[in-house]
């Protein structure tokens, strides 16, 4: 089974300084992940995954993520935060084939921008 | 190419009544996948077709079942509504699907109140 924790279901940065979100998985067997992100009132998008092609992903928006096996780890960092960045930022684990299109997510992030 | 498109986008049902939910995918798209989002229990996996089959099914209630037609728009329906059915009803569809890398395009969602 597949397991996703977020640490911090609030996340207050300053505009311009760096986002940090941390996420830590679980899984039985090599995983796929992602990072999804929700503004208001709208459906999830996806800001990047990992496939295990490299273990440093980069997404839209001037995100990326380091998957780090050792510590089951598959944090999303910005190294500069923009007010657009306000939203709600969910991590994501796949079994890949065993599970389909299976999507077991976190708690969510949601992050505050101050000016 | 337009989006995944969900009707209705609200939907206000009293106890006890049923409701069936839209959604159309991404064209050329086969998967689709449902997914519930409540404050409390966060975005928790409802069930996924791909071509008119359910393929994966999450931990929920025979109340929720869904179907896929031969268009790939799906519809998912919901029995004897209760009060927790109350959420943001999301709709997702991949082009296959089959190995859980496949990027989920989600649609905005419904938002279903239960009164």
């Known amino acids: 089974a597949q397991s996703v924790t977020q640490l911090g279901s609030h996340v207050s940065v300053s505009e311009g300084a760096l986002v940090l979100l941390r996420c830590n998985y679980s899984?039985?067997?090599?995983?796929?992940l992602f990072w999804y992100v929700q503004y208001p009132n709208q459906g999830l998008q996806l800001l990047l995954k990992?496939?295990?092609?490299?273990?440093l992903v980069k997404g839209i928006n001037g995100f990326e993520a380091e998957f780090k096996k050792s510590e089951t780890s598959f944090h999303l960092t910005k190294p500069s935060a923009h007010m657009s960045d306000a939203a709600e930022y969910f991590c994501?684990?796949?079994?890949?084939?065993?599970?389909?299109?299976?999507?077991?997510f976190g708690g969510g992030t949601r992050v505050l921008v101050k000016p | 190419k337009a989006g995944v498109t969900q009707t209705p986008r609200y939907l206000i049902k009293t106890r006890g009544q049923q409701v069936t939910l839209s959604c159309s995918p991404i064209?050329?798209?086969?998967?689709v996948s449902w997914y519930q989002q409540t404050p409390g229990q966060g975005l928790q996996f409802l069930f996924e077709?791909?071509?008119?089959?359910?393929?994966n099914k999450g931990n929920f209630p025979g109340r929720f079942s869904g179907r896929q037609f031969s268009n790939s728009r799906s519809e998912m329906n919901v029995s004897t509504l209760e009060l927790g059915d109350s959420a943001l009803y999301l709709c997702?569809?991949?082009?296959?699907?089959?190995?859980?890398?496949?990027?989920?395009?989600f649609g905005p969602g419904t938002r279903l109140t239960v009164l």
């Open positions: 997702a569809s991949s082009p296959v699907g089959r190995d859980g890398l496949d990027t989920q395009y």
């Open positions: 899984s039985s067997v090599p995983p796929y």
């Open positions: 990992y496939t295990s092609a490299a273990t």
């Open positions: 994501a684990v796949s079994a890949g084939e065993a599970a389909g299109n299976k999507l077991t």
């Open positions: 064209s050329g798209h086969r998967s």
């Open positions: 077709y791909f071509s008119e089959t359910q393929r």
